[in-house]
C-alpha cells in the first residue's frame, strides 16, 4: 500500500487524481490533502479520507467549524512539511504557480517520489530542482501530458538515443483567429479551451501559448536535453501527446484522447501501468484520426518566443519570466489588462532581468518577488478602463 500526499487536491489536477484514487484503494492511501482557500471542500475530502493531516495555504476565517476533527496546519511551511512527510510514498505536486516550489524541493530533498504537474517550480526551480534530485535520492515523474508522453516514449531509455523531442500543442481556443482580433478577447474567451478542461492560470496560459513555452523549459529540465533539440508543434485535437525521434530514425509517440488521468496512472504506477477500468476508450485510427499539424504562430503569440528564450538564456530570465506570466494572467483576467497586453507585461519585465546564475532557493524568491512588483508596476501602468474591483480579490486560484 503506498501513501499519497496531494497538493493542491481542490484543484483540477488534484480532483483527476482523487478519481483516479478512488478506484485503486486497494494500492493507495491518502496521508495527507492540501488547499488554498477552499476549507469546505478540504473538509469534505479529509471526512472521505481521513488522512493524517491536512494543510490549507490561507487561514480560514474564525467562523469555520471543520466537521473533520482531525489535524489541521496552515501556511507555506506547513506545505513543506506536507511533501517530506514520514511514511508518505509518493508527493503529487498540483499547485499552481511558484507556491509549488518549496513543496517540489522538500519532497525531492527527503527522498521521495514526485509526481510533478507544477511546471511552474521546475521554470523556477530549474537547476535546484535538478539538484535536490540528485542529492536527495528521490524520483522525479512527470504528470503533464507531453512530458508524461516523453517519459512513456523513453520507458528508461537514456536520453543520449534521443535525436529530438517534438511536444504537441492545441494551439488554444484562438489558433486560428487573424492577428488583430487577439485584440477583442475577453476573459471567458480565453477560458474555454477546445480540447482540456483545467485551471484558470493554465487554460490562460495555453491561450497564449506561454504554457507551451513554460513546458520547453519544463521538457529541457526533466531530460536534460538542449533547446534546439525540443520542438513544438500545433496538433488541434491533441491526441499526440508528444514524439520521440531516436538516433536511428525511428519515432515513438504517445497516443491518447486528452484525460489527465492517464499521465496520473502513469506516475502512480510507474514502472507498472495500472489496470483501470474507467480511463477514456483507447485510441481509434478512424474515430480520431486524421490527425493533423501546424506550425506555431510565433508572431500571434509572442510568449511563446519570449518564454523559450527567457529559458534559452537561462539565470534570472526563466524565474523572471514565470513570475511575470503569473502576475499578467492575474491582472488580465481581473480586467486590469487586455489580452494582448499579457505579452508587453511579461516582455518588458523581461528587459530589467539577466542571466546572471540562481545558485540558491533564496536567489530564486528574490528574483521571483522583483520580477512580481515589476509586473505590476508594468500592468498598473497599462491605463486599462476595465478594471473590475471584485475581482481584485478573486486570485486565480480560488
Ligand atoms: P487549479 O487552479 O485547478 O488548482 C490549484 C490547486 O493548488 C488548488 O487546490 C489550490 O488550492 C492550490 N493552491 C493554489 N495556490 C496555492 C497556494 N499559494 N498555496 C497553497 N495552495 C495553493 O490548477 P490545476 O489546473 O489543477 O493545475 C495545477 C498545476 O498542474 C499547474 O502547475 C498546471 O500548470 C499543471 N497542469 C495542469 C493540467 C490540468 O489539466 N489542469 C495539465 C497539465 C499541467
Ligand atoms: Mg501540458
Known sequence: MKRVAILGATGSVGEATLQVIRRHTDRFRVGVLTANRRWEALDALALEWDPEFVVLGTEPPDSFAPRWSGEWRTGPGALEDAARTRGVD?????????????????????????????????????????????????????????????????????????ARITLTASGGPFRTWPAPRLAEVQPADALSHPTWSMGSKITIDSATLANKALEVIEAHILFGLPYERIDVVVHPTSIIHSVVEFHDGSSLAQLGRPSMEIPILWALGYPER????????????????????????????????????????????????????????????????????????????LEQFSSRPVGSVEDARQVDARARNAARESAGGMGFGNADPRAEESENTE
Open 274 to 349: 495500472l489496470e483501470d477500468r474507467r480511463v477514456e476508450p483507447g485510441f481509434d485510427p478512424l474515430r480520431d484520426g486524421p490527425l493533423e499539424f501546424e506550425p506555431v504562430r510565433e508572431d500571434a503569440f509572442p510568449l511563446f518566443r519570449a518564454g523559450v528564450a527567457a529559458g534559452r538564456a537561462g539565470g534570472e530570465f526563466p524565474v523572471a519570466f514565470n513570475a511575470a506570466n503569473e502576475v499578467a494572467v492575474e491582472s488580465f483576467l481581473s480586467g486590469r489588462i487586455g489580452f494582448q497586453e499579457l505579452a508587453e507585461v511579461v516582455i518588458h519585465t
Open 90 to 162: 509518493l508527493v503529487l505536486n498540483a499547485l499552481v504557480g511558484f507556491a509549488g516550489l518549496g513543496p517540489t524541493l522538500a519532497a525531492l530533498g527527503a527522498g521521495k517520489r514526485l509526481a510533478l504537474a507544477n511546471k511552474e517550480s521546475l521554470v523556477a526551480g530549474g537547476e535546484l530542482v535538478v539538484r535536490a534530485l540528485r542529492e536527495g535520492g528521490g524520483e522525479l515523474l512527470p504528470v503533464d501530458s507531453e512530458h508524461s508522453a516523453v517519459h512513456q516514449c523513453l520507458d528508461g531509455r537514456p536520453v543520449s538515443e534521443v
